[in-house]
Nanobody, 114 residues
Framework: QVQLVESGGGLVQPGGSLRLSCAAS????????MGWYRQAPGKQRELVAK??????VYKDAVKGRFTISRDNAKNTVYLQMNSLRPEDTAVYYC?????????WGQGTQVTVSS
C-alpha cells in the first residue's frame, strides 16, 4: 500500500509563489509516474503536471509558471508554482501511478486572492 502526504498549500496573493510537496511511503520505483492534479469548485479534476523518469508534462495554462521536480531518494515530488493567478485556486492532489496501480493524496488547498 502506498500513502501520499501533501504539504505546502495556503493563501497567496496574485503574482505570488507556493511550493507543494508530496512524500510517498511504501514501495514505489523511480519509474512510477508522480504528478499533481487540481480540482476547483464545480469543475472536474484536471492534470496540472506529471513526471515519469525525468520526462515532464504540463497543462498548457501553467507552462512557464509551474515546475515539477522529483527526488527519487526521498520518494518526493514537488510543484513550484510562480506567478499565481486567481484561476489557479483549487484543491491540489498528488498522484502516483504505474501499470494498474494508482494512489492519491488527501489534497491541499491553494487559494490565490488579494
Amino acid at each position: 500500500q502506498v500513502q501520499l502526504v501533501e504539504s505546502g498549500g495556503g493563501l497567496v496573493q496574485p503574482g505570488g509563489s507556493l511550493r507543494l510537496s508530496c512524500a510517498a511511503s511504501g514501495s514505489i520505483g523511480s519509474f512510477w509516474t508522480m504528478g499533481w492534479y487540481r480540482q476547483a469548485p464545480g469543475k472536474q479534476r484536471e492534470l496540472v503536471a506529471k513526471i515519469t523518469s525525468g520526462v515532464t508534462v504540463y497543462k498548457d495554462a501553467v507552462k512557464g509558471r509551474f515546475t515539477i521536480s522529483r527526488d527519487n531518494a526521498k520518494n518526493t515530488v514537488y510543484l513550484q508554482m510562480n506567478s499565481l493567478r486567481p484561476e489557479d485556486t483549487a484543491v491540489y492532489y498528488c498522484n502516483t501511478a504505474w501499470y494498474t496501480y494508482s494512489y492519491w493524496g488527501q489534497g491541499t488547498q491553494v487559494t490565490v486572492s488579494s
